[in-house]
């Protein structure tokens, strides 16, 4: 792994198996943060729990470890708040769209700026391998004895169909366009989604390294990434699953469309408050 002196941590115990394609997500984020010159002052990682939300914790950087399935809302919270920040907020395919799933949809709607980054081993590692909402029918577990019976949750053609402003998908057995791909959602202005596959060794022993080799393939170079429909009918292609940007569009923010960013860009908590009107206030209701 390449260093990177700016947000490297030393001496830590990382409490991922060997071969965990977490790493691989933890130095493209980094890759990515170096290569556009984001310091770590200026970047919060929000996650929630499990395996993958531990990311944060093992680079230096502002971070919020919060409740199972609470990273978006406490992660608009911060970008609310602070909209000079980069917030990411980033999870497992179990926290993000199990718990989390309400949270998932409600983030789309309000198109705030932040990156959106989901490890997708379609199942829960952290409690040691049942089924999450996007492992695949037929998937047999400790839980799912008999096999995974429902329809594995589609996050792609969610957010294409909820019209989220950015909309990608990475295979982190490519770290470099993985990497790419993290750029491109910070880039972008508004909520970007970057779903990464990546394999847990430990506990699915179908969807594998070479699994997703041979079942993925990367969206042609004349993709129309502003064409919904195109980009819908990508997302729910099965045989093989489509890599690489699949849909974005530019609008407004969010927090461009709050009033008190529109008068000033200043954080709230550079802003003077009026304690005397805010008592009087609250004395009248």
Not at 134 to 152: D, W, Y
Not at 155 to 164: E, F, L, M, V
Not at 222 to 234: E, G, I, L, P, Q
Request: include cysteine; aromatic fraction near 10%; glycine fraction near 8%.
């Amino acid at each position: 792994m390449a260093k990177h002196p700016l947000f490297d941590k030393t001496n830590i115990d990382i409490a991922w198996c060997p071969g965990c394609g977490n790493f691989g997500i933890l130095e493209s984020i980094k890759q990515a943060l170096d290569e556009l010159s984001i310091k770590p002052t200026q970047l919060v990682v929000v996650s929630g729990i499990g395996q993958a939300p531990k990311t944060p914790h093992y680079f230096n950087t502002h971070m919020f470890n919060g409740l199972h399935g609470r990273a978006l809302p406490v992660a608009t919270g911060v970008k609310i708040a602070n909209p000079n920040l980069l917030v990411i907020a980033e999870g497992g395919d179990g926290d993000m769209y199990g718990e989390g799933g309400n949270h998932f949809l409600h983030t789309i709607r309000r198109n705030i700026n932040i990156v959106h980054i989901v490890h997708n081993n379609m199942v829960y590692g952290l409690t040691k391998g049942q089924a999450s909402p996007t492992s695949e029918i037929g998937f047999k577990t400790s839980i799912q004895t008999e096999g995974v019976i429902a329809e594995p949750l589609n996050p792609i053609a969610i957010a294409i169909a909820q019209d989220a402003s950015f909309v990608a998908r990475a295979y982190i057995g490519d770290m470099e366009k993985t990497k790419d791909t993290i750029k491109a959602a910070i880039q972008h202005e508004g909520y970007a989604l970057v779903d990464i596959f990546q394999p847990c060794i430990a506990f699915n022993k179908v969807n594998t390294y070479q699994w997703f080799k041979e079942r993925t393939y990367y969206l042609p170079s004349d993709h129309n990434r502003a064409d919904r429909v195109s980009a819908f009918s990508k997302a729910i292609e099965k045989d093989k699953l489509p890599l690489g940007i699949f849909y974005q569009k530019k609008v407004d923010s969010f927090e461009k469309k709050q009033k008190i960013y529109q008068v000033s860009w200043e954080p709230l908590y550079q802003r003077h408050h009026d304690l005397g009107k805010l008592k009087k206030l609250i004395e009248e209701k």
